[in-house]
């Protein structure tokens, strides 16, 4: 009795002191303080009435998500635009110099561009796989110009369309670098069809490439490995080889050293050796009829033209054929533009299924940062409830009661309201950066929740009642609550307002912090008391009950005696 009247008589002086504001508190903190008293009581009273707004508040955010859109990560603005074009695989070095001209001169007639730079075929070095009639075209762009580069690029894109026989679709360097490394494919997303015949494989991806290029959003969707490289190629008659005495290791290595060249000897000059290969003049190999002209000397000593053992023709071959897990595949290649990524793929898997349909043994995979961001999100689904799960152990540790751990991991789903609504207001996709705002968002509301819950078991222990504790609880932890979030949030506003390089990555970062505080610190405030009073005063009534029916017996075995 001595420890509640103390603890009563300490209540009542903590009460004058949050009525009068204290001396220390400035006029609007105790302005805001008794609002929030005022706001309290009412929420302690209309209990279901908070909650049900609560619960509809939340349902409303998570109808939301739908459309948001999902992504992997934010376009950077790098200040430079990567043009990839592509030509027919039978153009000629010459040829496709002049078309690379023509995108150049066309590309600097943008008063906004500075220079252009363009990179045709392999480097000296082989670290790209790029073919004569592939290049990639660097712009750069003048300081201070109108508009971003995203704004730019359709007008781009009908300027390059006038070019003939001109395939292209812009990325940016270090975007497409990484996609390449890291998936293999240079675009946003790549579909790769498997299968083993390569004439199926062509069909079926152009068939692909129709669907995609009707979804809405697509950028220039191409096959990637498409068929059109001229390749001279050797029927040989057997039974006339046979007749002449000569083997197909005969005719290879006529070929071998009429085209291609075979080393004879080498010449030395001091120190340095040279090699000296020989092999037919440029008017003997260009055409099949001049290879067909080619001597081949029998066994008997006699000599026969290439002609009679063989048939020589030029034919249309694939550029590439690519290999991954032991089988063919070709990759259907687009960026998006306009609109979310994961929305996007979704279309294109609803088209392709209804519209194409494939062999038996063929299937689809889908590739490039589409790929990344399905990664991501599954290692998410992991790492999130792992997170939550330890953060909740740590709680029952400190509390002892699941209710009360519930309770406080109740601030997870108030922090997704504003977070969702601070997206959808910007409209900013769901991606990784905004993903990782979520978690610290989290970690935030828990937190506050923590201090609170834990406050107000410390008032109850001292002896108040649990309404006077709920009530003084919520008033003596206002200043901390908001302290804490306040400086959270006012943290992250250079971030969410920044224009600067790799703003887009912390744009939906800063986003999701802002706005899920905001909403975690209010239904902190309002609905974590409310609830808290609820569920502790069943439990209270369901004690009483205990103790009644256990102390019944005990009284009817008295009457008895």
Same mark, same amino acid.
């Given at each position: 009795?001595?420890?509640?009247?103390?603890?009563?008589?300490?209540?009542?002086?903590?009460?004058? %002191?949050?009525?009068?504001? *204290?001396?220390?508190?400035?006029?609007?903190?105790?302005?805001?303080?008794?609002?929030?008293?005022?706001?309290?009581?009412?929420?302690?009273?209309?209990?279901?009435?908070?909650?049900?707004?609560?619960?509809?508040?939340?349902?409303?955010?998570?109808?939301?998500?739908?459309?948001?859109?999902?992504?992997?990560?934010?376009?950077?603005?790098?200040?430079?635009?990567?043009v990839e074009t592509r030509r027919d695989p039978s153009v000629s070095l010459g040829q496709g110099v002049a078309v690379s001209h023509d995108v150049e001169q066309t590309l600097r007639r943008f008063p906004q561009v500075a220079n252009v730079v363009t990179n045709l075929g392999r480097p000296h070095e082989a670290t790209e796989t790029m073919a004569l009639n592939q290049a990639d075209v660097y712009v750069t762009f003048k300081p201070g110009m109108d508009g971003t580069v995203e704004d730019l690029i359709p007008r781009l894109d009908s300027a390059l369309s006038d070019i003939p026989g001109l395939e292209f679709d812009f990325s940016a360097p270090m975007r497409m670098r990484l996609d390449e490394v890291v998936s293999g494919v240079k675009t946003e997303l790549g579909i790769k069809l498997y299968g083993d015949s390569l004439p199926i494989l062509q069909e079926k991806a152009e068939a692909i490439k129709e669907v995609?290029?009707?979804?809405?959003?697509?950028?220039?969707?191409?096959?990637?490995?498409?068929?059109?490289?001229?390749?001279?190629?050797?029927?040989?008659?057997?039974?006339?080889?046979?007749?002449?005495? #000569?083997?197909?290791?005969? @005719?290879?290595?006529?070929?071998?050293? %009429?085209?291609?060249?075979?080393?004879?000897?080498?010449?030395?000059? %001091?120190?340095?050796?040279?090699?000296?290969?020989?092999?037919? !003049?440029?008017?003997?190999? +260009?055409?099949?009829?001049?290879?067909?002209?080619?001597?081949?000397?029998?066994?008997?000593?006699?000599?026969?033209?290439?002609?009679?053992?063989?048939? @020589?023709?030029?034919?249309?071959?694939?550029?590439?054929?690519?290999?991954?897990?032991?089988?063919?595949?070709?990759?259907?290649?687009?960026?998006?533009?306009?609109?979310?990524?994961?929305?996007?793929?979704? =279309?294109?898997?609803?088209?392709?299924?209804?519209?194409?349909?494939?062999?038996?043994?063929?299937?689809?995979?889908?590739?490039?940062?589409?790929?990344?961001? +399905?990664?991501?999100?599954?290692?998410?689904?992991?790492?999130?409830?792992?997170?939550? #799960?330890?953060?909740? *152990?740590?709680?029952?540790?400190?509390?002892?009661? @699941?209710?009360?751990?519930?309770?406080?991991?109740?601030?997870?789903?108030?922090?997704?309201?504003? %977070?969702?609504?601070?997206?959808?207001?910007?409209?900013?996709?769901?991606?990784? !950066?905004? !993903?990782?705002?979520?978690?610290?968002?989290?970690?935030?509301?828990?937190?506050?929740?923590?201090?609170?819950? !834990?406050?107000?078991?410390?008032?109850?222990?001292?002896?108040?009642?649990?309404? =006077?504790?709920?009530?003084?609880?919520?008033?003596?932890?206002?200043?901390?609550?908001?302290?804490?979030?306040?400086?959270?949030?006012?943290?992250?506003?250079?971030?969410?307002?920044?224009?600067?390089?790799?703003?887009?990555?912390?744009?939906?970062?800063?986003? @999701?912090?802002?706005?899920?505080?905001?909403?975690?610190?209010?239904?902190?405030?309002?609905?974590?008391?409310? $609830?808290?009073?609820?569920?502790?005063?069943?439990?209270?009534?369901?004690?009483?009950?205990?103790?009644?029916?256990?102390?019944?017996? +005990?009284?009817?075995?008295?009457?008895? $005696?």
């Amino acid at each position: 009795l001595t420890r509640a009247r103390a603890a009563r008589s300490a209540h009542d002086e903590r009460g004058a %002191g949050a009525s009068t504001g *204290g001396h220390d508190d400035a006029r609007w903190f105790v302005a805001l303080r008794t609002r929030y008293e005022r706001l309290l009581g009412w929420a302690l009273v209309h209990r279901r009435r908070v909650v049900a707004i609560a619960v509809i508040l939340l349902a409303a955010a998570l109808g939301v998500v739908p459309f948001l859109g999902t992504e992997f990560m934010p376009q950077l603005d790098e200040g430079y635009l990567l043009v990839e074009t592509r030509r027919d695989p039978s153009v000629s070095l010459g040829q496709g110099v002049a078309v690379s001209h023509d995108v150049e001169q066309t590309l600097r007639r943008f008063p906004q561009v500075a220079n252009v730079v363009t990179n045709l075929g392999r480097p000296h070095e082989a670290t790209e796989t790029m073919a004569l009639n592939q290049a990639d075209v660097y712009v750069t762009f003048k300081p201070g110009m109108d508009g971003t580069v995203e704004d730019l690029i359709p007008r781009l894109d009908s300027a390059l369309s006038d070019i003939p026989g001109l395939e292209f679709d812009f990325s940016a360097p270090m975007r497409m670098r990484l996609d390449e490394v890291v998936s293999g494919v240079k675009t946003e997303l790549g579909i790769k069809l498997y299968g083993d015949s390569l004439p199926i494989l062509q069909e079926k991806a152009e068939a692909i490439k129709e669907v995609v290029e009707r979804v809405p959003g697509a950028e220039e969707p191409f096959v990637g490995a498409s068929a059109g490289t001229l390749q001279l190629e050797l029927d040989i008659d057997r039974v006339a080889l046979a007749r002449y005495g #000569l083997t197909v290791d005969d @005719v290879r290595d006529a070929m071998e050293m %009429g085209i291609g060249g075979m080393e004879a000897t080498e010449v030395i000059n %001091g120190r340095r050796r040279v090699p000296v290969v020989i092999r037919l !003049s440029s008017e003997y190999r +260009s055409t099949p009829e001049a290879i067909g002209q080619t001597l081949l000397r029998t066994p008997a000593g006699g000599t026969i033209t290439l002609s009679q053992v063989a048939r @020589v023709q030029s034919v249309e071959a694939p550029e590439v054929i690519n290999h991954e897990g032991g089988q063919r595949y070709i990759v259907v290649q687009t960026n998006v533009r306009g609109r979310d990524l994961g929305g996007f793929v979704a =279309d294109v898997r609803r088209a392709i299924a209804e519209k194409v349909q494939l062999p038996e043994g063929y299937f689809l995979t889908y590739g490039g940062q589409f790929e990344n961001q +399905s990664r991501a999100m599954r290692r998410l689904g992991i790492i999130v409830p792992a997170v939550l #799960l330890i953060i909740a *152990g740590l709680l029952y540790a400190s509390f002892g009661t @699941v209710r009360q751990v519930a309770l406080v991991m109740l601030n997870v789903p108030f922090a997704l309201i504003g %977070g969702i609504a601070a997206l959808w207001v910007r409209g900013i996709h769901l991606n990784l !950066s905004a !993903s990782v705002g979520f978690i610290a968002v989290f970690g935030v509301a828990v937190l506050n929740g923590l201090v609170l819950v !834990s406050y107000i078991n410390q008032l109850r222990e001292e002896g108040l009642s649990l309404k =006077d504790a709920v009530r003084e609880g919520s008033l003596t932890r206002l200043r901390p609550v908001l302290m804490t979030a306040l400086v959270a949030s006012f943290g992250f506003v250079p971030m969410a307002i920044s224009t600067s390089a790799g703003a887009e990555v912390q744009r939906p970062l800063a986003t @999701v912090v802002i706005g899920g505080l905001m909403s975690a610190t209010l239904l902190t405030l309002l609905v974590l008391p409310t $609830v808290y009073a609820w569920i502790e005063e069943r439990a209270q009534a369901r004690a009483l009950l205990r103790a009644d029916e256990h102390s019944m017996p +005990s009284a009817l075995a008295r009457a008895d $005696v």
